[in-house]
């Protein structure tokens, strides 16, 4: 938590220094108010007591009410200032960290972790901060204030405020005990409600196959249950406070004046009187102190939480990158070349290698494609190209540079990089493909135009409703699979870059479209360099070079008509696809 | 990202009472709780006066006891006067009888003033003079210090006698009283908690009811997370806000009434008084809370937006960094982010001075009543206990405003919670099917599948499917192909009873599967799809499913025939290994298992959709063998992607754009030329 705090910015810091003279100000002011109070009473009281003398407290009393008033707003209005200007600032921070972060950072802290992390977290401290700031400053100071002032007037009476203050600690004491942990249990349980139900939602059409529906509702209903159970016990324990915070301030106001009554009846005349105002002063004073611990247990309420989002918030800020940016920015005389020298990687915390002394060069205007199994590092392998992982071993060069040295915007800038999963912002179809920046001009719409005809998109793009400006839908849901994968090929077209890098871009395409697509583009980039990983045969076999990759090892690597004789592996999985007349045909 | 609080209902009024007409028997326990709130909070209104009594007695039993006084001076008055030789004495100094007992000697004194006994208690000669002395040069105030130096037995005499039995009489009714109080309150925290949970677990199971009886259109035109949201968010904001604010919403109107009553009872002017300075604050107050309202739904807007970017940027990162797009999501995150900064300082600034205002208000109206009371008292038009029990009324008139007002705006939040959970509640159910008699036993099925005309759109306007007719025998293989997006899982729909077809029938051995339940028709059918759909649990659990009695020795041998044994073998945990996050299983194995689940259950039908792209190639050889496999004596229909299924197929259907567009044998389709020989030929192009 403080080490989240380091995060305040000094006019932050200055704002807490006012915000906390203004508190202590205000204590002062709300427990001078009693003792004013106690004054008209006596006044109205006493008979011969003048309406001037009344009124002369009754406005001393006002001006009290009144310049508290103002501490309390000027408080507010900093505290206010304070909680969003802190959480504005660190919400800023985690998202550019996060942006920031290779791949690596992000498979570790999961993207939803992360999303809840920069939102949900960060609130939570912003209520600690709006809420709890006053709150922690204001209660230890009243309750030490009110009492000094009761302290020492009466042993008895100070000793009925005592068991009241007890009282309330160990209550509250009880009730965070029962509660705190049954609250991360719900937090567990409300996962478990989601995942049942989305396991329930997405698999829909299972469930009605399988006659599953009172199967699946006997799943709900058990985790409905646990978070039935615990949400009972949780707002049975809280039933308590209540009552026993009125019972406890109640009766000690009460055994106050029992206690008082019968010091009276012993004391001598003159000390019945002071008995009397001790009394009185003691019951508004005690409340006060009893207040400020139910001020005090608050904050032991939101603490925890609060503390856990701190705790998470500072595990981003302090990860430590694993891909460092380099420092050459200046321009390469060689273009489209990528070479792999004796690249190994494994991730940083496995002990087993993805990739085992891989080298292979492609120069500029070449296709190569990298084939094989699962797990056998295709993916990681092409990924080492623009640095979302880094070589553990060995080097990967672009244009005769190492990649580590590149300024990351430099080697982006000479990339167009298509994931497997393809990704659409929630924007038009055209602020889709002239997405990001190549260190040029942004694409207009001629080129916007040109990159999705050729990406085999023109005739969908063009039936939308309102074209090239019709907008994609969240997760972009309102187009299919495959018009996803060619709108994200478009976008790596409109930015002319000298590498393509096709991680399994083509896998929710037809075969036609498929074909079409690289038949296209192959014309309009002849300068380019394409890198490409495909499951399809299909797909990859007229490559200049295939790689095969099994196990993270090289097991072969030529054309396909060569790899078809001296690779047994990559025969295998052609063979898998095509019958061999069919491969003869092709 | 939770809904927040202050979202407003369309209709207040008819979801309020729909809310409360669907607690059921929970109505009940909700009066009981409501009553014992009421019953509390009048409790609170009664408990000022008991207070002010106790406070009474207690003073009275400090102010020294005036009538004693009388009563000692008149006895020593007396009892100086009712002797002769007393006479001459006091003759001797008329004006000043105690200035000429004081000069005489202390045997005279003796005789003047013998010990005499007052209220039994026995007073001697010295103790006389000397009170006489002291009421000498006592002025009209008594003065205290003065009365403390009397002598011992007159103290005795006059001292203030605090009734203890009556201090104890009104305190036992004040304990009563708090202890009913936080009784009642107890009770009735409790049984909310009870009705709170119980009508949220009952909301949230009719739910998860309910979307097993909604149309598969349903969820194919809605968002997932907005039915979770439902589920979670808003039964959560009902059950929680519930328990908190319905019965804390009646005290303190209770209380808030009641004060108000109270005061006119004791005293309408200082009522009249207290609620005209209270007035001013009450108007001010509701103007924030109505200002502040609106800070706070624009907030929860600007939150939704920053929360999209910010799972857009963060789901897109490796394009995002790719494509140096970085700086440009930037300056969009600072855009919103400002906006943020914004709403959240101004909401939190208006609410949070509410309270330091309604504080405010509660010390004015103090004064008000002191000054406006003293007024009275001097005029003696009311006394002292009116004010004491009114500087309490003000606190109780003045603090529940501010929860009713807080109140108010919670109600409308579980209103509008409610409201979402009734519309998906009130979402057309699947057709009702109780009047189906016809069944057709797993058993008896053949396997003979027979298409007549069939006419569906997924719109009533736009028809898709156009007239499809065909005879298929049992153990035929249907091989359904065409390009993405061709609308394949059509057929899937409607064989499997999801959508119903527009005209037309469908004949399952003789029978229309309009006259069947739907229920009946899965039993009749095995179904994989393409989208490996494992729940959290073990293999075991996953592979047997819903269905009872299987043993493990069946689903071993379910694993063995897709092949999958092995893999399940070198699992630390075997079958009852957990399939949720296992990262050691591949989506291939996945798929094995949903095959293994398709395996176990026996059925003369078999939908199978066979597409694995990601999966790699040796894993897919398998999965493939796995599902020639289960296709074996069964009538299936395949979405096929393999060339060697599309060839062996007893019939092929071509589709695009949601249309059948040719239909036939491999061959036949080949020679066509037509769509279809064109897909083919694709792939083996240059």
């Known amino acids: 938590m403080f080490k989240l705090f380091k995060n305040l910015t000094n006019k932050d810091k200055k704002v807490i220094l006012i915000v906390a003279t203004l508190v202590v100000f205000s204590v002062f002011l709300d427990l001078r108010m009693p003792e004013y109070m106690s004054e008209i009473t006596k006044l109205v009281q006493t008979k011969d007591s003048t309406m001037k003398e009344i009124l002369n407290a009754g406005g001393h009393m006002l001006l009290c009410a009144i310049l508290s008033l103002v501490c309390t707003i000027t408080v507010g209005y900093f505290s206010s200032f304070l909680s969003a200007d802190f959480s504005k600032n660190i919400r800023r921070k985690i998202f550019t960290k996060v942006e920031s972060f290779g791949i690596a950072e992000i498979k570790k802290f999961q993207t939803s972790s992360l999303i809840t992390r920069t939102t949900n977290d960060v609130t939570q401290i912003e209520m600690l901060l709006s809420m709890g700031l006053q709150m922690m400053i204001k209660s230890p100071v009243m309750a030490i204030w009110a009492l000094v002032k009761i302290l020492g007037k009466s042993t008895e009476l100070s000793l009925v405020t005592g068991t009241g203050v007890v009282i309330i600690v160990i209550t509250n004491l009880f009730i965070i005990k029962m509660v705190t942990p049954r609250f991360s249990k719900i937090q567990k349980y409300t996962d478990q409600l989601n995942g049942v139900t989305r396991e329930n939602l997405t698999g829909i059409r299972v469930v009605h196959a399988f006659n599953a529906e009172k199967f699946q509702e006997g799943r709900f209903e058990d985790v409905n249950n646990d978070i039935t159970k615990t949400h009972l016990t949780i707002q049975k324990t809280f039933a308590l406070m209540d009552p026993i915070m009125n019972f406890v301030m109640h009766f000690q106001h009460l055994g106050i004046y029992v206690v008082g009554a019968m010091l009276i009846v012993k004391a001598g005349m003159m000390d019945k009187i002071t008995i009397f105002s001790n009394m009185v002063v003691f019951s508004s004073y005690g409340m006060q102190v009893i207040f400020s611990f139910l001020m005090l247990t608050m904050i032991f309420m939101i603490l925890p939480r609060a503390q856990v989002s701190a705790y998470r918030i500072n595990e981003i800020l302090e990860e430590d990158l694993s891909i460092k940016d380099g420092y050459y920015k200046g321009l390469t005389d060689k273009k489209g070349i990528v070479e792999f020298k004796n690249v190994s990687f494994k991730y940083p915390d496995a002990d087993e290698y993805i990739l085992k002394n891989i080298s292979f060069k492609v120069n500029q205007g070449e296709t190569i494609a990298f084939i094989g199994s699962t797990g056998s590092g295709k993916s990681t392998l092409i990924n080492l190209v623009p640095r979302l992982y880094d070589a553990t071993e060995g080097e990967v060069l672009v244009d005769g540079v190492n990649v580590k040295e590149y300024k990351l915007s430099t080697l982006n800038n000479k990339i167009g990089y298509i994931p497997q999963k393809a990704f659409m912002f929630t924007a038009s179809v055209k602020d889709n493909v002239a997405y990001g920046n190549n260190g040029r001009e942004k694409p207009n719409i001629e080129k916007v135009k040109e990159a999705i005809k050729v990406a085999q998109g023109k005739d969908f793009v063009e039936k939308m409703p309102d074209k090239y400006d019709t907008m994609i839908a969240r997760g972009g849901t309102n187009i299919s699979g495959g018009q996803k994968q060619r709108l994200s090929i478009a976008r790596a077209i409109a930015r002319d870059p000298e590498i393509y890098i096709f991680d399994d871009s083509f896998s929710a395409l037809d075969y036609q479209t498929d074909l079409k697509l690289r038949t296209e583009l192959k014309k309009y980039t002849k300068n380019a360099t394409s890198m490409i990983v495909a499951q399809r045969i299909g797909t990859i076999m007229n490559a200049d070079t295939i790689v095969v990759l099994d196990k993270g090892e090289c097991v072969g690597i030529g054309t396909h008509k060569e790899l078809l004789k001296k690779c047994d592996i990559y025969k295998e999985i052609a063979l898998s696809q095509l019958s061999e007349e069919e491969l003869e045909n092709a | ?101 004081n000069n005489l000697d202390i045997d005279k004194k003796m005789l003047i003033l013998p010990e005499i006994e007052i209220n039994k208690i026995k007073v001697s000669t010295l103790d006389q003079i000397s009170f006489m002395q002291t009421i000498e040069t006592l002025n009209s105030e008594t003065s205290l210090n003065k009365l403390n130096s009397l002598p011992e037995s007159i103290k005795k005499i006059i001292e203030p006698k605090l009734d203890t039995k009556e201090l104890e009489k009104r305190a036992m009714i004040l304990a009563i009283i708090y202890l009913l109080s936080s009784i009642f309150g107890y009770c009735q925290g409790i049984i909310m908690a009870y009705v709170a949970n119980g009508y949220s677990k009952r909301l949230r199971k009719d739910i998860s009811v309910k979307i097993n009886r909604l149309p598969l259109k349903y969820f194919d035109t809605h968002e997932t997370g907005d039915v979770l949201s439902r589920i979670t968010n808003d039964v959560d904001t009902i059950g929680i806000n519930m328990s908190d604010n319905i019965t804390s919403l009646v005290s303190n109107i209770t209380l808030f009434l009641g004060s108000i009553i109270m005061m006119f009872v004791t005293n309408w002017i200082m009522a009249l008084t207290a609620i005209l300075s209270s007035v001013l604050g009450f108007f001010l107050s509701f103007l924030l809370l109505k200002r502040s309202q609106k800070y706070f739904v624009e907030r929860q807007k600007v939150l939704g937006d920053i929360n999209s970017h910010i799972e857009e940027i963060y789901s897109g990162h490796n394009i995002v960094k790719a494509y140096n797009g970085e700086k440009e999501a930037l300056e969009e995150f600072d855009r919103i982010n400002d906006k943020l900064y914004n709403c959240n300082r101004k909401s939190q600034f208006l609410s ?24 009275l008292v001097m005029n003696d038009q009311t006394t002292f206990g009116t004010i004491v029990a009114f500087m309490i009324y003000i606190r109780l008139f003045t603090n529940p405003l501010s929860r009713i007002a807080q109140g108010m705006t919670t109600m409308q939040s579980i209103a509008a919670a409610g409201e979402r959970v009734f519309e998906f509640m009130d979402e057309k159910e699947l057709a009702d099917e109780s009047n189906l008699k016809e069944k057709l036993a797993v058993k008896d099925a053949k396997g003979n599948i027979e298409f007549k005309n069939v006419k569906f759109g997924y719109d009533e306007n736009r028809t898709i499917i156009k007239d499809f007719s065909a005879k298929i025998k049992s153990g035929q293989k249907i091989a359904i192909v065409g390009p993405t997006g061709a609308g394949k899982t059509t057929m899937v729909n409607l064989l499997m009873k999801f959508y119903d077809i527009n005209s037309g029938d469908i004949i399952i051995d003789g029978k229309s599967i309009k006259e069947l339940k739907r229920s009946n028709i899965h039993e009749l059918f095995v179904m994989v799809l393409q989208d490996t759909w494992l729940f959290d649990g073990t293999i075991y659990d996953n592979i047997k499913y819903n269905k009872k009695n299987i043993s493990k020795d069946q689903v071993w041998e379910a694993c063995k025939t897709v092949g999958i044994d092995h893999f399940i073998k070198t699992l630390p945990g075997g079958l009852d290994s957990n399939v949720g996050d296992n990262e050691a299983i591949s989506s291939g194995q996945k798929q094995l298992i949903t095959i293994a689940r398709g395996m176990i259950e026996d059925a003369p039908f078999l939908i199978l959709d066979e597409a694995t792209s990601n999966v790699d190639t040796r894993t897919e050889e398998l999965v493939q063998k796995a599902m020639d496999k289960l296709t074996e004596g069964k009538t299936s229909f395949i979405i096929a992607h393999r060339l060697s299924t599309i060839k062996n197929a007893d019939l092929i259907l071509v589709m695009d754009e949601g249309n059948i567009v040719e239909q036939g044998k491999h061959e036949e389709l080949l020679k066509k030329k037509g769509f279809y020989a064109n897909l083919y030929n694709s792939q083996f192009q240059k």
């Open chain 2, 1 to 101: 990202m939770p809904r927040h609080n202050t979202e407003k209902s369309k209709d207040f009024k008819k979801t309020t009472i729909r809310l409360f007409k669907s607690l059921n028997n929970w109505k009940y326990l909700l009066i009981v709780s409501i009553l014992l709130a009421l019953f509390g909070a009048a409790l609170s209104t009664i408990a000022p006066n008991k207070l002010s009594d106790v406070t009474n007695v207690i003073q009275d039993g400090i102010k020294p006891d005036t009538e004693k006084f009388k009563e000692v001076s008149e006895n020593i008055i007396k009892n100086a006067m009712t002797n002769s030789i007393k006479n001459e004495i006091v003759l001797s100094n008329p004006n000043n009888i105690i200035e000429s007992i």
């Open chain 2, 352 to 375: 949070g001075i509410m309270q330091p205002i309604m504080h405010f208000i509660g010390n004015f109206g103090y004064v008000a009543v002191c000054v406006v009371g003293a007024l």
